[in-house]
């Protein structure tokens, strides 16, 4: 066996690529060389001799009258050729065997880069078509590097991406670590085929319970829809095509053995199994569990739930940043809007003055509830350019809008704001008057008292001084006793 052959069948071994593809390549190859040197007029054909296991190569020139020859590498004069074969003819190309060696170092060279490259293409070929077919499957590989894109994982022949999107939140790697993921996209390229992986694609937890859970693989339990907030939480819907098969217990697996084979997988991700219902407000409850609800109000045509709970249950409902809910929403492809029941009933009281209100303007409620006005009180207090955004407004009815919530007692916040400011004002007022009256009052006080006291001053100055005023006045003044030590 000669050296190209072994080469050949080891490389064929090594690389899983057919054989017959080697060869020929192998022989596009050495032909491609003998063009380069030769020139593209050259009639080769070059053939792979599996017996001797060597490459042949044959030039054809066409024989011409001895005077003809224009192109010696095509052609070759009947003289010359009836010196190798007597019986040859005019018209007839004779065969001449080239030796590879012939083609010089250059060629042999070019020849071996055309024979490694296609030899790399057939391989990345062959490498496409194996994972174009194993797209939604679980692959394993050794995280290898990180580029600006993601992770790059080896599995052995090649390579995938794990994009940083597709990752999932504070899950750290290092060189060496072994990884599972989820095969989401296979693209050709020039460089090999682009596999594409994902720890976060809802498909890959359907793909991780049906690897853990028999019941999901063979068909009796169908997951029927997923909701993923990546590491942190998830809502599965199943349903059992089994009446005696329960979906939930079959998934979770006694004590939880298969459900937390999963939850480790993915680094602690909470799963919560949902019973799938053909009715939206019994599969909505279901979806929004742990939380019990109360009433279910279903708009077919928007798709909307208005989902109505205990004011206990409000939180449960609603979830950690309005994760349950928004999970829920998810899962079922609808939009859901929780309220507890004291706010359900202002809600729905709101709702019934709006309706009123409608008829009188004599426009759908819906319209007022779609322009963002959820109450009265916010259509009192809009301005004018507001309302008339409203469809199907116009300004005689938006001033029969006014009037009728006037009539029912709703008076715009600025309107209110300046009566009290009214109000406050005239108690000011009052108040500055009261005081006026006050010290007018005082006033008079004070000046009563002052000639009061102007006239005990006087009749202290006309009162006598003594026993020597008295005898001054004769004796027809009237007696006067005088009290001990005041005359002394």
Not at 8 to 23: N, P, T, W
Not at 44 to 65: A, L, M, R, T
Not at 200 to 214: G, I
């Amino acid at each position: 066996m000669t050296e190209l052959k072994k080469a050949i069948d080891q490389i064929s071994k090594d690389r899983g690529i057919d054989r017959d593809l080697l060869v020929d390549t192998l022989e596009e190859a050495v032909r491609s060389s003998v063009i380069r040197k030769y020139g593209e007029n050259l009639d080769v054909e070059v053939s792979y001799n599996d017996e001797q296991g060597e490459i042949e190569v044959y030039q054809f020139k066409v024989v011409v009258e001895d005077d003809d020859v224009a192109d010696p590498a095509a052609e070759i004069c009947l003289a010359d050729a009836r010196a190798i074969d007597p019986n040859v003819a005019l018209e007839d190309e004779m065969g001449f065997k080239l030796t590879v060696e012939d083609l010089g170092r250059i060629a042999a060279q070019s020849a071996k880069q055309v024979i490694i490259q296609r030899m790399r293409d057939a391989e990345q070929e062959i490498i496409y078509e194996e994972y174009k077919d194993r797209k939604g499957e679980i692959i394993s590989g050794i995280i290898q590097r990180r580029d600006r894109s993601g992770w790059i994982i080896n599995l052995g022949r090649t390579e995938a991406l794990l994009p940083k999107e597709e990752q999932i939140p504070r899950e750290r790697y290092k060189r060496g670590d072994r990884v599972q993921a989820y095969i989401i996209e296979v693209l050709p390229s020039g460089r090999g085929p682009q596999i594409i992986v994902s720890r976060t694609h809802a498909d890959y937890m359907k793909a991780l319970f049906s690897r853990e859970v028999p019941e999901v693989s063979d068909g009796t339990v169908k997951i029927v829809g997923v909701a993923r907030d990546p590491g942190s939480r998830a809502k599965v819907a199943v349903i059992s095509k089994d009446r005696d098969v329960d979906p939930v217990g079959a998934c979770v697996g006694i004590r939880g053995s298969r459900i937390q084979n999963i939850v480790q997988e993915l680094r602690g991700e909470r799963i919560d199994i949902v019973v799938w219902n053909p009715e939206i407000a019994t599969y909505a409850a279901n979806a929004l569990s742990p939380a019990r609800v109360t009433r279910i109000s279903v708009d077919e045509d928007d798709k909307a739930l208005e989902v109505v709970v205990t004011d206990d249950q409000l939180n449960l409902a609603i979830g950690r940043k309005g994760q349950n809910v928004k999970l829920a929403a998810k899962l079922l492809g609808w939009k859901i809007d929780i309220f507890t029941e004291s706010r359900f009933r202002e809600v729905n009281a709101s709702k019934k003055f709006l309706e009123q209100l409608a008829s009188v303007a004599e426009i759908p409620v819906d319209n007022i509830i779609s322009a963002g006005f959820e109450s009265m009180e916010q259509l009192a207090d809009a301005p004018d350019e507001a309302i008339d955004a409203i469809s199907g407004m116009t300004p005689s009815k938006r001033n029969d809008l006014r009037a009728a919530l006037k009539l029912m007692g709703v008076v715009a916040t600025r309107d209110a704001a300046a009566e009290d400011e009214e109000a406050q004002d005239a108690v000011a007022s009052d108040g500055q008057d009261a005081e006026a009256a006050d010290g007018q009052v005082a006033e008079a006080a004070e000046a009563q008292d002052a000639e009061a006291s102007d006239g005990q001053d006087a009749a202290q100055d006309a009162e006598p001084a003594g026993p020597q005023d008295i005898s001054e006045e004769g004796d027809d003044a009237a007696p006067h006793t005088p009290e001990t030590d005041t005359t002394r």
